[in-house]
Structure formats: C-alpha cells, structure tokens
C-alpha cells in the first residue's frame, strides 16, 4: 500500500500540569518552538506538538485539526482523573487518542476510547512510526476518497462532479443537493482536500451532507477498503441499507428554486437524524449526549481555529450571562448542566440535564417503544432567500419584496420503517383520525405507503412573483409601507449610536472576544437518545458579523 505522506500532524499533549506537558512534548518531539508548541520533522511529515494542562491559557494551537491526543496521568490513583475524562470526553472528534502513564492504564484507556502507550516507550522509534503511520492511513483512505469524486484531478470537488459521480447511483442527486455539499464544505463552492479532510474529523454532526458524499463515493467503485476503522463501519453500514427491504424504505426529495440561480441571503436549514442515524452522530459527541435524556446546544462560529481555543478561556463568563439572561438559576440547583468545548472554528455551549429535572423530562418523555419500530433514517430541509440583513436597512420596500421573491427550497429524506412508525402514530390516535378522515385512517396509510418515492421539482420566475405580491397588497399599501420603512433606516443610524454606551456597557469585559465570534450563521441543537434523535436548526445571516463589528462592537 502506498501511503501518502501527512505535510503536517498535529499533537496536543495535556499534562496534570505544565511542567508534566512539557516534558511529554519533550521527550516526543524535542524541538521546542514556543513556550507552548514543538516541531520537529519524520519520515517526511511535520510533527507539531501543543501543550495543554488544567491551567493552560492557551496561547497556541494547531493550524488545521487534530490528529491526535495524547494525555499523560501519574497513575489510576492521580487527583486529575476526572479532568482528563472530561478533556478527552469534549474532544471526541479527534480520530487518534492515547493514554500515556508508567502505570498500566490500560483499560482505564479503554474505556475512555483511547489506546494505551507505556510513558517509557513515547520517544521510541516504535511509538512515533505508530503515531505517524496512523494518521497517514486515515489522510490516505480520506485522499482516495476525495480523488475519487475530483473527476479532472485539479484538486477541487465541485457541484457538477458530484452530479456526474452520483449519476451511478440509484438515487442521483440532483445539482441543488450538490451545491448544497459543496457550499457546507467550502465558501466558494470548490472543495479542496484540507477542508474535506477537516470536515470529516470535526463536523460529522452535519450529518445529511456527510451522508451524501458517502453514498457518492462509495458507489463509485466501491473502492475504500481499507483505513479508518470509523470510515470503514459507516461504508459497511451504507452497503447494508444499500440492500434493505425497499418495501419498508422511504425517500423524497422535494425543490423549489427560481430559473436563475440566486446567492444564498438569510435563510434557514432543518437537520434531522433518527435511529441508527442518530446514534452514528453520537459517537462522536461527548458523553453527555447519550447519559442526559435531552441535550440542548448553541453552535456559533469563529474566524479562526485558534480563536476557539481562546473564546473557552472566556467562557464562564458567556455561561453566567447567558444563565441571567434566561433566569435558569432553577434549573441549574435541579439538575441542569452547561457544557462548553470547541471544534475547529465552532464552539459549543451545551445544557445537559440530570437529578429530579430529569426525572421530569423521563417522565414526559414519549411513551413510544422506541427500539420496537427500529425505525432510522435522515433529512434535511434548506431555505434560503436571496434578501441579506443590509438590505433591510438600505434596500427600499420594493426591492425587499423582490429580493424575498427570489428564494429556494431544497429537501431530501431517506427513512426506513416509517411504516412501523407511521402505524402505530394511527393506532395511539385512531379516534382522533377516524374524525379526521370521516373513518377511514386505513385508506390514508395505503395513500402514504403509495408515496414511498416521492420526487418533486418546481422552477419559477422570480420576477413574475414578486409583481404578483406587490399586485396582491395594493399599490398604495406597498408606497404607504414603504415610506414608514425609508423613515425606520434613516433613524436606525441614530438609534445604534446612541445605544452604543448601553451596549458596550452590558457587554463589559466580553467586548474583545465577541469581537472574534461570527454570528452568520447560529445553529441551534436538540437532542434526545431516548427517542434516538438528532435535531439541528442552523439561522444565516450572510453579512451581520460585518455590520455588527463595524457599527456596534
């Protein structure tokens, strides 16, 4: 197997304290850069170390992701334990861990997903020939996998070669659902192989684009057979729901979109994962998801992968603000937890719950045999208008009507048993059904079962639409509205600046890393391992972090 080679691999080590973190990178690379970073080069890669220990203020980190973790305890007896399961826990998506400790740890390592190393072996040949070797098989499987859907090998992976890969496939998709992918991945519309290889450690929770890509490139060829063992499950895992009885097997794919393509403005996308789907994203979440019977996240973004490591050195503070905010004082005292971590350019503010408040939320739970149904699949649901939040404050009505005119829906779902699921929705609510369809639920599941394939496309003219919403409010309303929001953004200048003390004011000492935090895009998170469910709910606004940094902060 030929194997290439990893331009640069990146190691954070964590210590019980920084002179223990120290050492480690010592003793493992030797070639100090900073006081927090070390570099030396093997076999043709680069090998960066980052230190991190409970009381670090970090002041470096990893340009690009994570390819490995290493955390060094004293022993099973160490007063840092639990410390290092929860940094270990919030750093799931790391694809290699290791536990290192002259004490055999070995199932202590285990059970955290970890492999174990001996602290006497960490500076053998033996040991870094692994630990480089493990990551250029995963780069290597995850290359293979990108050249393979980079049609004329220039290095990017655009819509229309997802169109004409996926041309083999069963269910082709359609060049919406491919810009879909390409825009996830990249702000350009071009995917290069960093960003694909970053978004398949760190951002597997979009799990529908992920999905695509998947079934992409494992029906061309079929040709991953080795690597990761992650990667290699899911590919099995595909190949499975590949031969799954069709009679029990629902897809639907529904699009709206006007005839000439528009720049995405503010929009809205739905995200949701059931059963076995479900549980594949858990397992690269922390434990919480799967312990708490409801988690409920807020994702924001940075600039910078750095400037997330540097926004969780603030963020006790964001937690109490936001805790004030929404007076969850309660909550917390019965049980409620707030988690945070960072994923590359995301951070996480997560709220957990245990104790008596989820005693309460079991008990309300849905009363459904959950795993009876066995009941699994995913779908999306992505729309945007071309009309972005300056717009608004400089656009005239008229032009704010034309620009909402201009929109686009795209959807696909694919569920498995939803007629298990679907039966016993109309058994638990046959009376109520019966009135419904004057008596007749049955006929209405024969008319679903019917629709298992369900693919719908619509083109229309934007320009004709946004005549007929002006038609249909009137001429004069539309001048009327019109002029009461031409006076709204002249006085919209003169209300920020004076604002602007009581704002900086209330923001105080979080001013400066706010400054980092790009609100864009916000997405919102539920989940419920119970009911075997993935829920995410992500808001754009293209074009807000810019107005906000230079008009408010």
Same mark, same amino acid.
């Given at each position: 197997?030929d194997?290439?080679?990893?331009?640069?691999?990146?190691i954070?080590?964590?210590?019980?304290?920084?002179?223990?973190?120290?050492?480690?990178?010592?003793?493992?690379?030797?070639?100090?850069?900073?006081?927090?970073?070390?570099s030396?080069?093997?076999?043709?890669?680069?090998?960066?170390?980052?230190?991190?220990?409970p009381?670090?203020?970090i002041?470096g980190?990893?340009?690009?992701?994570?390819?490995?973790?290493?955390?060094?305890?004293?022993?099973?007896?160490?007063?840092?334990?639990?410390?290092?399961?929860?940094?270990? *826990?919030?750093?799931?998506?790391?694809?290699?861990?290791?536990?290192?400790? @002259?004490?055999?740890? %070995?199932?202590?390592?285990?059970? #955290?997903?970890?492999?174990?190393? #001996?602290?006497?072996?960490?500076?053998?040949?033996?040991?870094?020939?692994?630990?480089?070797?493990?990551?250029?098989?995963?780069?290597?499987?995850?290359?293979?996998?990108?050249?393979k859907?980079?049609?004329?090998?220039?290095?990017?992976?655009?819509?229309?070669?997802?169109?004409?890969?996926?041309?083999?496939?069963?269910?082709?998709?359609?060049?919406?659902?491919?810009?879909?992918?390409?825009?996830?991945?990249?702000?350009?519309?071009?995917?290069?192989?960093d960003?694909?290889?970053?978004?398949?450690?760190?951002?597997?929770?979009?799990?529908?684009?992920? +999905?695509?890509?998947?079934q992409?490139?494992?029906s061309?060829?079929?040709?991953?057979? +080795?690597?990761?063992?992650?990667?290699?499950?899911? =590919?099995d895992?595909?190949?499975?729901?590949?031969?799954?009885?069709?009679?029990?097997?629902?897809?639907?794919?529904?699009?709206?979109?006007?005839?000439?393509?528009?720049?995405? &403005?503010?929009?809205?996308?739905?995200?949701?994962?059931?059963?076995?789907?479900a549980?594949?994203?858990?397992?690269?979440?922390?434990?919480?998801?799967?312990?708490?019977?409801?988690?409920?996240?807020?994702?924001?973004?940075?600039?910078?992968d750095?400037?997330?490591?540097?926004?969780?050195?603030?963020?006790?503070?964001?937690?109490?603000?936001?805790?004030?905010?929404?007076?969850? #004082?309660?909550?917390l005292? @019965?049980?409620?937890?707030?988690?945070?971590?960072?994923?590359?350019?995301?951070?996480?503010?997560?709220? %957990?719950?245990?104790g008596?408040?989820?005693?309460?939320?079991?008990?309300? $739970?849905?009363?459904?045999n959950?795993?009876?149904?066995?009941?699994? &699949?995913?779908?999306?649901?992505?729309m945007?208008?071309?009309?972005?939040?300056?717009?608004?404050?400089?656009?005239?009505?008229?032009?704010?009507?034309e620009?909402?005119?201009?929109?686009?829906?795209?959807?696909?779902?694919e569920?498995?048993n939803?007629?298990?699921?679907?039966?016993?929705l109309?058994?638990?609510?046959?009376?109520?059904?019966?009135?419904?369809?004057?008596? *007749?639920s049955?006929?209405?599941?024969?008319?679903?079962?019917?629709?298992?394939?369900?693919?719908?496309?619509? +083109?229309?003219? %934007?320009?004709e639409?946004?005549?007929?919403?002006?038609?249909?409010? &009137?001429?004069? =309303?539309? @001048? %009327?509205?019109?002029?009461?929001?031409?006076?709204?953004?002249?006085?919209? &200048?003169?209300?920020i600046?004076?604002?602007?003390?009581?704002i900086? *004011?209330?923001?105080?000492?979080?001013?400066?890393?706010?400054?980092?935090?790009?609100?864009?895009?916000?997405?919102?998170?539920?989940? $419920?391992?119970?009911?075997?469910?993935?829920?995410?709910?992500?808001?754009h606004?293209?074009?807000?972090?810019?107005?906000?940094?230079?008009?408010?902060?």
């Amino acid at each position: 197997m030929d194997i290439t080679a990893s331009s640069c691999i990146n190691i954070v080590v964590w210590g019980e304290n920084m002179e223990v973190a120290t050492k480690l990178a010592e003793n493992l690379i030797g070639v100090q850069e900073s006081n927090y970073s070390w570099s030396a080069n093997y076999q043709g890669s680069t090998i960066k170390a980052f230190i991190r220990h409970p009381e670090s203020s970090i002041s470096g980190s990893p340009v690009g992701v994570t390819d490995i973790l290493i955390v060094h305890l004293s022993g099973i007896g160490s007063s840092f334990l639990e410390q290092a399961k929860t940094y270990i *826990n919030l750093r799931k998506g790391i694809p290699f861990k290791f536990i290192t400790s @002259e004490e055999n740890l %070995s199932e202590w390592a285990k059970q #955290n997903d970890c492999e174990f190393i #001996n602290y006497s072996l960490i500076n053998t040949e033996e040991t870094k020939n692994k630990l480089v070797l493990s990551v250029r098989h995963l780069e290597d499987t995850l290359r293979t996998a990108f050249e393979k859907l980079d049609l004329n090998k220039n290095g990017l992976i655009t819509a229309e070669e997802l169109v004409q890969a996926s041309k083999t496939l069963d269910h082709e998709i359609s060049l919406d659902e491919a810009k879909t992918v390409t825009s996830t991945l990249s702000h350009d519309g071009n995917i290069r192989f960093d960003q694909f290889k970053r978004w398949w450690i760190m951002g597997r929770g979009d799990f529908n684009t992920f +999905r695509k890509i998947v079934q992409v490139e494992m029906s061309v060829g079929n040709f991953i057979k +080795r690597g990761s063992q992650t990667f290699n499950e899911y =590919i099995d895992k595909l190949k499975t729901e590949a031969n799954v009885n069709f009679n029990s097997f629902y897809q639907g794919r529904i699009n709206i979109s006007p005839t000439t393509d528009l720049d995405n &403005g503010i929009g809205i996308t739905f995200d949701l994962a059931t059963g076995k789907d479900a549980e594949f994203i858990y397992d690269s979440l922390p434990n919480y998801y799967r312990s708490s019977p409801l988690v409920v996240g807020i994702e924001i973004q940075v600039d910078e992968d750095i400037q997330g490591a540097m926004i969780l050195q603030e963020i006790d503070g964001f937690k109490a603000m936001i805790i004030n905010i929404f007076k969850l #004082n309660q909550l917390l005292e @019965e049980g409620m937890k707030v988690e945070s971590r960072h994923i590359g350019k995301s951070v996480f503010i997560e709220f %957990s719950f245990f104790g008596s408040i989820a005693n309460k939320i079991n008990e309300s $739970s849905f009363k459904f045999n959950v795993e009876a149904f066995n009941f699994w &699949g995913a779908g999306a649901i992505h729309m945007f208008s071309a009309l972005t939040p300056n717009d608004i404050l400089n656009s005239t009505l008229e032009q704010i009507i034309e620009k909402i005119s201009n929109f686009k829906i795209i959807s696909h779902g694919e569920f498995s048993n939803f007629e298990i699921f679907f039966s016993a929705l109309l058994s638990a609510y046959e009376d109520s059904l019966k009135k419904i369809f004057k008596g *007749n639920s049955i006929s209405f599941l024969n008319f679903f079962k019917a629709l298992r394939y369900l693919g719908y496309e619509l +083109r229309y003219d %934007s320009g004709e639409l946004s005549d007929l919403i002006k038609e249909l409010i &009137g001429a004069n =309303i539309v @001048e %009327s509205l019109g002029t009461q929001l031409s006076q709204y953004q002249q006085m919209s &200048g003169t209300m920020i600046e004076q604002f602007k003390p009581m704002i900086e *004011n209330f923001l105080g000492p979080f001013k400066e890393p706010l400054k980092m935090v790009n609100i864009d895009k916000i997405s919102v998170i539920t989940s $419920s391992p119970k009911l075997k469910i993935f829920y995410k709910t992500s808001f754009h606004f293209p074009g807000l972090t810019a107005f906000v940094r230079e008009n408010i902060l």
